[in-house]
């Protein structure tokens, strides 16, 4: 019977020759046949093992080349085109002012629904399109320097903060801000609110699994750190509180089993003076709750144009449009649920 004729059952249980005549007559061999499992063997483990890892190298390398934002890191990337997700490991970012650590998770982006640019940016309601999910989040704000070096500007005080580029690339990167300064400014949402990435991503839902929140640095005897097991947060935008600013940010969230506290910050060089009152395992606890409602709110502030020396009788602008010329507002709304014990006295309020 002919090799061409053999059913699929047969086929499998072929003897070396029948499969030598085979190979022979498809112009193959079975050195062929060796080296192709071998090589599909080894590209399976390469895909399995190490090319996250390797797309995690140049993706460091090629975001510390271009970025400005400080270190970045990724241990290791993989990206799924279909689902539309991004999965990461071991990522950080570090610079002179926060440290951020994630130890693992993922970003999805469902790319197949479909964009309306004329949908209300603004609704909170809205369908999302990105969500994320981070293990093992930490953020730690150590230091502030932009602002002091925005002080020593306003000042005119030499700067200290950050050490100063060399004079030509100083003083090109001042020439490119002073020129770009105004047209970026005057560049706003009112000319084409479809352009604006919120439009395409309005809502932006968060999902942290063991976070933690740290604030302060080694030359400050106490640092304060927040600590939670999850929490799920959404972020949108809706129309500001005056007329003048662009648009306001919306952060609501749940978190659950929040712990505040004050502990001695490590490394410190001086002498601890005033102790706590007493310690509760690592620190002072300030507060714990087993949930945590937050809502936070922000405007963007927008250009305020100048003001035109006018009668009162010959305004054109009435008393509700100037009620709504508002300076942008900010808050944080914290509600505690169950389980809640909160310690405050002089000791606390002294570390404030």
């Given amino acids: 019977m002919a090799v061409d004729n053999l059913s699929k059952n047969d086929t499998y249980g072929m003897s070396y020759n029948e499969l030598d005549n085979y190979l022979n007559q498809h112009n193959s061999n079975v050195a062929m046949l060796l080296a192709a499992t071998i090589l599909s063997g080894i590209w399976i483990i390469y895909l399995t093992c190490y090319n996250s890892r390797n ?21 290791s990337v993989s990206l799924s085109v279909l689902s539309g997700k991004v999965m990461f490991r071991e ?55 932009s602002m002091y070096e925005h002080l020593e500007k306003v000042f005119g005080l030499e700067p200290t903060t950050i050490l100063p580029a060399k004079n030509g690339e100083r003083g090109k990167a001042n020439a490119k801000k002073k020129e770009n300064l105004p047209s970026e400014r005057v560049v706003s949402e009112d000319l084409n609110p479809a352009s604006s990435w919120r439009s395409l991503i309005p809502v932006i839902k968060v999902d942290i699994n063991t976070g933690r929140l740290v604030f302060g640095n080694r030359l400050m005897p106490q640092t304060l750190s927040v600590n939670f097991e999850d929490a799920l947060l959404t972020y949108a935008t809706k129309p500001p509180s005056s007329r003048l600013d662009l648009y ?36 002072f606890v300030v507060l714990q709750s087993n949930d945590v409602d937050i809502y936070y709110y922000q405007d963007q502030p927008g ?15 009435s008393e509700s449009s100037k009620l709504q010329d508002l300076p942008p507002c900010w808050g944080l709304d914290i509600v505690c649920g169950k389980a809640t014990d909160f310690n405050y006295g002089p000791w606390v309020d002294k570390q404030r």
């Fill in 55 to 75: 797309l995690g190298f140049l993706l460091t390398i090629i975001l510390n080349k271009f970025s400005k934002f400080g270190h970045i890191k990724f241990g």
């Fill in 91 to 145: 990522a950080h970012l570090l610079n002179e002012d926060v440290s951020l650590r994630v130890q693992d998770g993922f970003v999805i982006f469902r790319w197949w629904r479909l964009y309306n640019p004329k949908h209300n940016m603004h609704d909170p309601r809205a369908e999302t399109r990105l969500n994320i999910t981070l293990n093992g989040f930490e953020l730690h704000v150590y230091n502030r320097s």
């Fill in 248 to 283: 306001m940010h919306i952060l609501k969230g749940k978190l659950e089993n929040v712990r505040v506290m004050l502990v001695n910050s490590p490394r410190y060089a001086g002498v601890h003076q005033d102790e706590p009152p007493r310690l509760m395992g690592e620190g």
């Fill in 303 to 317: 250009l305020v144009p100048a003001e035109k020396d006018e009668d009162v009788d010959d305004s054109t602008s």
